[in-house]
T-cell receptor
Framework: GNSVTQMEGPVTLSEEAFLTINCTYT??????LFWYVQYPGEGLQLLLK?????DKGSNKGFEATYRKETTSFHLEKGSVQVSDSAVYFCALSAPSGGYQKVTFGTGTKLQVIP | DTEVTQTPKHLVMGMTNKKSLKCEQH?????MYWYKQKAKKPPELMFV???????INESVPSRFSPECPNSSLLNLHLHALQPEDSALYLCASRQTGDTEAFFGQGTRLTVV
């Protein structure tokens, strides 16, 4: 079956530091890849997505590139802010049994300190 | 309107109570989902509705009963829950042909 592996957290960074959260996946076919963000006490918000190899998703200064050769979709941001503190989920979506099944990674908690 | 709206935001219920969670979207999405999320874990799929019909039940106990009265509304009826059912319940929807799911803010359920 499909799976998503992302780096263990928590990740603690100082404000304005560079962020990388690693994500690799295993899937048959050509899944779509996503990063979702969950702020404390809230639901999931789609941060960015990529639907085919070499696509780069970007939003709010975050970027991730769909790398089929390394089956990776690492999340990066050049300069984090305190307001970026949240849990980040890497996910893939692929057809399964007639519907689009979303498989989530375990989540990485990011804490940005002033 | 690009929102999935869930009510209530918080719910505390006793083990003998009957309550319902509500989810609404007006984006014309024909696939709707219920997920359960425990603390520090990713969401786990419970049910999938496609065109108002239940298409996936991920072996969820019968004390959880989903209902899709129309294409915009999804309910989750709760009865005789256990304390271990306490969690964040998330609703999501998706446009047919798209891969992206939109999530609501969730209902934080506590069973006492």
């Amino acid at each position: 079956g499909n799976s998503v592996t992302q780096m263990e957290g928590p990740v603690t960074l100082s404000e304005e530091a560079f962020l990388t959260i690693n994500c690799t996946y295993t899937a048959t076919g050509y899944p779509s890849l996503f990063w979702y963000v969950q702020y404390p006490g809230e639901g999931l918000q789609l941060l960015l997505k990529a639907t085919k190899a070499d696509d780069k998703g970007s939003n709010k200064g975050f970027e991730a590139t769909y790398r089929k050769e390394t089956t990776s979709f690492h999340l990066e941001k050049g300069s984090v802010q305190v307001s970026d503190s949240a849990v980040y989920f890497c996910a893939l979506s692929a057809p399964s049994g007639g519907y689009q099944k979303v498989t989530f990674g375990t989540g990485t908690k990011l804490q940005v300190i002033p | 309107d690009t929102e999935v709206t869930q009510t209530p935001k918080h719910l505390v219920m006793g083990m003998t109570n009957k309550k319902s969670l509500k989810c609404e979207q007006h984006m014309g999405h024909r696939a709707m989902y219920w997920y359960k999320q425990k603390a520090k874990k990713p969401p786990e799929l419970m049910f999938v509705y496609s065109y108002e019909k239940l298409s996936i039940n991920e072996s969820v106990p019968s004390r959880f009963s989903p209902e899709c009265p129309n294409s915009s509304l999804l309910n989750l009826h709760l009865h005789a829950l256990q304390p271990e059912d306490s969690a964040l319940y998330l609703c999501a929807s998706r446009q047919t042909g798209d891969t992206e799911a939109f999530f609501g803010q969730g209902t934080r359920l506590t069973v006492v």
